[in-house]
C-alpha cells in the first residue's frame, strides 16, 4: 500500500494480515473530495472479521485488499481486535450507517456516481427509492454484478458514463479482487467496494434498532433473517476470528 497525497496521514493498524486504516467518515469523505478535486484515483475497500478469515488462508485476496489506498474498518469484531491489540482504531465504524447521508453529499455536491453490483431487480428498487429521497442525484448508470464483469464492454459503458464515483458491490472476494485486477481500466476518481449497501437501498437488507447496533449484535439480525447466507460466517466464522485474535495477542506478547 503506497501512500498518496490525497489521504496522506492516515495511520494503519495491522490486525493479522491486514493494513486496517485508522479512520472514520469524516476522513473518508476528505479523502473521497481530495481524489475528485485533484482528479486523482482512490481505492477503498473495507476489513470485517470474515474478510480478516479469508485473508489469513487467501493471498490474492489478501493482496487485494492490502493494494487498496484505504481500507476502513467494518463492524464490532475488528475495532474490538484492535483494542485487544492495544491498536485501538479511532472508532467503531460501519459504512452502512453513512450510506445515505454519503448520498445525500453526492446531490449536494454534484458528484456522478455509478452502482456495480447486485441484481437487475435490486438495483431497480434502489433507483426508485433514491430518486424519491434525492431527486437532483446523479446515478449515471447501473450494471448487474451477476453478468461477465470482466467483458471489455462492462469498463466501456462505466467510462462512458464518467462517473466520480464507482460502487462495487458484488460480495467478499470478488468485489475487492475485481478493483485489484481492473483499477487502470477504469477512468474515475473513487472506485469503492461496498458490499450489499444496493439491498440497503432497495429495503430488503435488514437492519437491528439503534440499541442492537450499539451493543455490536446486528450481525444476530442478519443471522435470523437470511440464516443460509449468514450462519457460516457466524457459527464458524466468529469463533475462528476470536481464537486468531488470541493468538496475535500471545505472539505479540512473547
Avoid at 178 to 194: H, S, T
Avoid at 233 to 242: N, S, W
Amino acid at each position: 500500500m503506497t501512500e498518496k497525497i490525497i489521504c496522506r496521514g492516515i495511520e494503519h493498524v495491522n490486525i493479522g494480515p491486514i493494513k486496517v486504516s485508522n479512520v472514520n467518515y469524516e476522513i473518508m469523505l476528505e479523502c473521497i473530495d481530495n481524489a475528485i478535486f485533484s482528479d486523482d484515483k482512490l481505492t477503498i475497500v473495507y476489513a470485517n472479521a470474515n474478510t480478516l478469515n479469508r485473508a489469513s488462508s487467501d493471498s490474492l485476496f489478501c493482496d487485494s485488499i492490502n493494494e487498496a489506498d484505504i481500507v476502513h474498518p467494518d463492524g464490532i469484531g475488528v475495532f474490538s481486535a484492535s483494542k485487544v491489540l492495544k491498536m485501538p482504531l479511532r472508532e467503531r465504524f460501519n459504512w452502512t450507517d453513512y450510506g445515505f447521508d454519503f448520498l445525500e453529499e453526492c446531490n449536494e455536491r454534484g458528484w456522478k456516481i455509478f452502482f456495480l453490483g447486485s441484481t437487475t431487480e435490486r438495483l431497480n428498487k434502489a433507483l426508485v427509492e433514491l430518486e424519491f429521497l434525492y431527486p437532483g442525484l446523479q446515478i449515471v448508470g447501473c450494471k448487474n454484478g451477476y453478468e461477465d464483469v470482466d467483458d471489455p464492454k462492462i469498463f466501456k459503458e462505466i467510462n462512458e458514463c464518467s462517473p466520480d464515483i464507482l460502487w462495487v458491490g458484488m460480495g467478499s472476494p470478488k468485489q475487492e479482487i475485481w478493483i485489484y485486477k481492473n483499477i487502470d481500466k477504469l477512468n474515475c476518481n473513487v472506485v469503492q467496494a461496498v458490499g450489499d449497501l444496493y439491498a440497503l437501498f432497495s429495503g430488503e437488507k435488514p437492519r437491528g434498532s439503534r440499541a442492537i447496533r450499539k451493543l455490536g449484535l446486528e450481525w444476530m439480525v442478519r443471522l435470523f433473517h437470511d440464516p443460509r447466507k449468514y450462519w457460516k460466517r457466524t457459527v464458524i466464522g466468529i469463533p475462528k476470528f476470536i481464537r486468531n485474535v488470541i493468538k496475535l495477542k500471545i505472539n505479540k506478547s512473547l
